[in-house]
């Protein structure tokens, strides 16, 4: 196994973390948006405000996307298993 193997296996275990770890962390992100925005729009200042709506929209996003991202997640484990005898020998 050369070096070049090794970046090339690094780079797709990060991409496929960007890409698993993107839409719960857009979501949360734009729901926290939002309630920044009602927050300073209204002039309520409650910190529980902004925390119960951001964990029911990642709940709700995984369980949305929660099968893709664990078929996902399989894919790349199955694939990188399946290359190691390739790259020892």
Do not use: C, H
């Not at 196994?1 to 797709?12: A, E, P």
């Not at 949360?28 to 920044?36: A, D, E, K, T, W």
């Amino acid at each position: 196994m050369d070096s070049q193997q090794v970046f090339t296996l690094g780079q797709q275990g990060l991409y496929i973390l960007l890409m698993v770890a993107a839409p719960v962390l857009l979501t949360v992100l734009v729901v926290g948006l939002l309630v920044s925005i009602f927050q300073a729009a209204t002039q309520i200042n409650e910190q529980t405000l902004s925390f119960v709506p951001k964990i029911i929209a990642a709940v709700a996003v995984l369980g949305f996307a929660g099968p893709w991202m664990l078929t996902t997640l399989v894919e790349y484990l199955q694939r990188t298993l399946q290359s190691i005898p390739s790259a020892v020998g």
